[in-house]
T-cell receptor
């Protein structure tokens, strides 16, 4: 079945540590997105990529980094510069054109 | 700048009752509008979308939504709610021509009384 796989489902970060969240899609979609979800805040865009080897900052990119070396993969690194990383992180992808974004099941990141 | 407002943070309805979730958007051009549903700890599932054409759109799970340009609204409706509909619902609009970034409302949590 085609879909978006996020791993791990739960992740814990120590102070000063960088952690990487995985997002893989087998839908052959060109564009991929990372969102952060906090209770009562909706979803906010962190980074997005429309093609391989290219990505743009979203509304809340500070303290995060991404790469897009393969079409299928769009990992997100939460760096130690992100002082409040506890949140639910969602990855999405979409095909070319105006079609909808499709979402993975998310990764919940917590601080130890 | 584009924005989406969902005025109701939490709604409680009885099973079998009708449902309407409100969504207002602010966007200069013709909007591309979406409703998504999220169960606890899960990702978002697309319920329906509006791009153009008929202003009443049908989605999955018996949901429908009506686009009203004059009111800048895209309200979600269901004639008879089931207990399994309890979830959080998000309205969203595409922004940024060509980049297709989604701007989300803050969500409406739906509780269903048996």
């Amino acid at each position: 079945d085609g879909g978006i796989t996020q791993s791990p489902k739960y992740l814990f970060r120590k102070e000063g540590q960088n952690v990487t969240l995985s997002c893989e899609q087998n839908l052959n979609h060109d564009a991929m997105y990372w969102y952060r979800q906090d209770p009562g805040q909706g979803l906010r865009l962190i980074y997005y990529s429309q093609i391989v080897n290219d990505f743009q900052k979203g509304d809340i990119a500070e303290g995060y980094s991404v790469s897009r070396e393969k079409k299928e993969s769009f990992p997100l690194t939460v760096t130690s510069a992100q002082k409040n990383p506890t949140a639910f992180y969602l990855c999405a992808s979409k095909d070319r054109g105006s079609g909808p974004q499709h979402f993975g099941d998310g990764t919940r990141l917590s601080i130890l | 700048a584009q924005s989406v407002t969902q005025p109701d943070i939490h709604i409680t309805v009885s099973e079998g009752a009708s449902l309407e979730l409100r969504c207002n958007y602010s966007y200069g051009a013709t909007p591309y509008l979406f409703w998504y549903v999220q169960s606890p700890g899960q990702g978002l599932q697309l319920l329906l979308k509006y791009f153009s054409g008929d202003t009443l759109v049908q989605g999955i799970k018996g949901f429908e939504a009506e686009f009203k340009r004059s009111q800048s609204s895209f309200n979600l409706r269901k004639p008879s709610v089931h207990w399994s509909d309890a979830a959080e619902y998000f309205c969203a609009v595409y922004s940024g021509a060509g980049s297709y970034q989604l701007t989300f409302g803050k969500g409406t949590k739906l509780s269903v009384i048996p």
